[in-house]
């Protein structure tokens, strides 16, 4: 294998493991905002701002 | 010390943090940016290894970051355990994840490194086994996260579990001196200044800043999620206790 192959597959795999961090933060932080949502409209919130 | 007891307001933090957030990133944005684009159009190949050296340019930094990440979680954990800040666990559990991630980058993109450099995928060598070990360290804490659903009680043994497993730091960093090992020694961050000429240092550095940036974004961003997770359990909780009056 030439060392573009290792060089190209090192960058690849990086922007992918990078890419799934900023989507797991993006997905979790909308269904965390999603839930206080619900919880507000049934009338449980507390004190529940959104960040 | 004062900023530090000023953020204990999970409310105040937010409100802060929500107007950090959106810089950071975006500067991690133009900085990552400019680096790659030192990398691939004006870095040097080296005189020995090549174009291969391009690889360097996300091991480094993605090593520094998985030790920046760990100390992060020292501290929380002495945050958690000493002064019971109540922000402490929420960063702690914030930054495991991200550690490990770039803990596991830094482990492929070296073995990735290492197969036309060395001829090998893997050799177990201190510097290579210290930094795998590392990764079973961040894998074993975020399973104990999971593993206790009390966050308070999940705090104290992570906390603990951290701080043992904050040995290891010293031993990853000095394994190269400590030992003789395949792994190159110190390179950047050593007594003697760095040993790369500066028109490979410089892009390293724009890098090693761009992906801290980057990491500090996701932290901030993992620690807004987390407080949003315990108010929604609170909340559920409190929504729970209230039905279930109604029904006594």
């Known amino acids: 294998m030439s060392h573009g192959f290792f060089i190209a597959l090192s960058y690849i795999l990086t922007a992918l493991v990078v890419a799934g961090l900023i989507l797991r933060a993006v997905v979790d932080h909308r269904m965390q905002v999603r839930a206080l949502a619900e919880l507000d409209a049934r009338g449980v919130g507390r004190r529940s701002r959104r960040g | ?58 091991h480094v930094p993605a090593a520094w970051l998985s030790l920046f990440f760990y100390m992060i979680m020292a501290s929380s954990a002495l945050g958690t355990l000493v002064w019971r800040h109540p922000l402490a666990d929420v960063s702690q559990k914030a930054a495991a994840p991200i550690g490990a991630a770039f803990t596991l980058i830094c482990l492929v993109t070296g073995s990735l490194w290492g197969k036309p450099m060395w001829g090998t995928y893997w050799q177990w060598d201190a510097r290579l086994t210290s930094m795998l070990v590392m990764l079973l360290i961040y894998l074993g804490i975020l399973a104990l996260w999971r593993a206790i659903e009390e966050p308070n009680r999940a705090a104290r043994a992570v906390s603990i579990l951290t701080l043992v497993g904050a040995v290891n730091v010293p031993i990853v960093k000095f394994s190269v001196d400590w030992w003789n090992t395949l792994h190159q020694p110190a390179s950047v961050f050593r007594l003697g200044g760095p040993t790369i000429h500066s028109s490979m240092l410089v892009p390293l550095l724009v890098m090693a800043v761009a992906f801290t940036l980057m990491g500090v974004a996701l932290h901030l961003a993992g620690m807004r999620t987390e407080i949003l997770r315990r108010r929604v359990r609170t909340l559920t909780i409190l929504e729970a206790e209230r039905l279930d009056a109604q029904a006594a």
């Open chain 2, 1 to 58: 010390m004062r900023m530090i007891r000023e953020l204990a307001n999970p409310t105040r933090f937010m409100s802060l943090s929500g107007a950090l957030l959106p810089w950071v990133a975006g500067l991690a944005v133009l900085l990552l940016g400019a680096g790659l684009y030192m990398v691939w159009f004006t870095a040097p190949p080296d005189y020995q290894q090549g174009e291969t050296v391009k690889i360097m340019y996300i």
